[in-house]
């Protein structure tokens, strides 16, 4: 019994032991690559910062509009007064014709159109139906929305108010039952600012997390693998008992990195642009945790597949945007093809994402985001596997190169020596 206990204390000791030899390489590889650092340090920090920093107003005001008003009524001015009137809408200046105003957009002098035809005016008092044609600049997302929804507001409680005219009500009661026979209360809920900011930089913040890791440990790789081949980081000439050991070092490295730049992205970001933090750090730690092992062994998977360091960069890159719509924060996932739906699931980011936002913006708690908790740790599990698997391979190949160096060497040594 003593005999066994002080084997496997001697086994755990020499498994430490390498491990930690593994995480020192890993770590000086990471130190003297630069891209490598740009990757794990310099994108993490600065990116969500500028991205951040964008949108950070969330919404727009006073963006200026042009009027083509060829009704020149008193109903097409109270339009247009009410319009001008609004927060978010400034009616800069008039246009004579549609010309006109399309040469004052192209020139960004102004963000959009508002065109009253002719017969605005007569049209609403014969009781037929009024149009308004609204044209706006759709580089920008935030004033398309200013400019449309204004527009739409005006024209509700403008209609409103002309059907109440002709109701023939006799009290402000009946006025306001008329116009408006079922109210209703509109609270924006898990966006109180009705921002884009709020809205989707959270989801981007978990992604950014595991693009740049992916990126950085499939650089790093790249440009071992350029030094001796394989990118092992480690002597093929060592025995090593196991894969585990040699994976255990090198995710022991990627996650001291990324627990600093984790907390950052989860809950720095957040906090400097006032997002919406429903979660206490101790629920954001129990997520995180698997997420961020989840990502690393995706990408030291990830990295074993790539022949040179610039494919990792053109894979992950590319399929940012894909992953951003798959996660079902920017796009509904009822309208995801089930074939796209199952390709995400290999993604740790698509549950990373949807348990974090539910949890910092949604207020969700822990149970909530249960079934997201759990694969992300059958996700960490499985590469894990699959880490050690490609490793071996790997390692596999390793050796078997240096073998077929020796033979050819000991085969040209045989040859002059027959000379």
Not at 144 to 159: D, E, H, P, W
Not at 167 to 176: C, D, L, P, Q
Request: aromatic share 12%; hydrophobic share 45%.
């Amino acid at each position: 019994m003593q005999c066994l206990l002080m084997s496997i204390f001697h086994n755990a000791y020499e498994a430490l032991q390498d491990a930690c030899y593994i995480w020192r390489q890993e770590m000086r590889q990471v130190v003297k690559d630069e891209g490598v650092l740009i990757f794990f340090i310099i994108v993490p920090i600065i990116y969500p910062l500028l991205y951040s920093w964008i949108y950070n107003n969330e919404v727009v005001h006073e963006v200026p509009v042009v009027v083509v008003d060829q009704s020149h009524s008193s109903l097409s001015r109270q339009f247009i007064r009410m319009c001008d009137a609004s927060p978010d809408v400034n009616v800069a200046c008039y246009a004579q014709d549609m010309e006109e105003a399309k040469s004052l957009v192209s020139r960004q002098i102004v963000k959009g159109i508002y065109y009253i035809p002719s017969d605005f005016d007569k049209n609403v008092n014969r009781l037929q139906q009024g149009v308004i044609s609204v044209y706006c600049d759709m580089s920008l997302m935030l004033t398309y929305k200013a400019l449309f929804q204004t527009a739409q507001m005006v024209s509700m409680q403008m209609g409103a108010e002309i059907k109440t005219k002709l109701g023939g009500r006799y009290t402000h009661r009946e006025e306001v039952i008329a116009a408006k026979p079922l109210d209703y209360v509109e609270v924006p809920i898990f966006n109180p600012s009705g921002g884009y900011g709020s809205f989707i930089l959270p989801a981007v913040l978990i992604l950014i997390l595991q693009q740049t890791l992916v990126l950085g440990i499939g650089l790093s790789a790249g440009t071992a693998r350029e030094e001796n081949r394989y990118g092992l980081l480690i002597p093929v000439n060592k025995h090593y008992h196991g894969m585990f050991r040699i994976v255990l070092g090198k995710a022991m490295c990627y996650f001291m990195i990324y627990a600093v730049m984790g907390a950052w992205l989860v809950a720095g970001v957040p906090y400097l642009f006032s997002f919406p933090q429903l979660a206490t750090w101790q629920t954001l730690l129990v997520i995180m945790v698997p997420y961020i092992l989840a990502c690393i062994f995706f990408g030291m998977t990830v990295s074993c597949m790539v022949k040179y360091r610039e494919n990792v960069m053109l894979l992950m890159v590319f399929i940012s945007i894909p992953l951003l719509f798959m996660t079902g924060i920017s796009w509904p996932q009822s309208n995801i093809p089930g074939v796209w739906q199952g390709v995400s699931w290999l993604f740790p980011s698509t549950f990373g994402v949807k348990a974090y936002v539910r949890l910092n913006s949604m207020g969700a708690s822990l149970g909530d985001v249960l079934m997201e908790y759990r694969i992300l740790w059958l996700q960490a599990a499985l590469y894990f596997g699959l880490a050690l698997i490609v490793y071996r391979y790997q390692i596999h190949l390793a050796h078997q190169d240096v073998r077929e160096r020796l033979a050819e060497k000991k085969a040209q040594k045989k040859a002059r020596n027959q000379k």
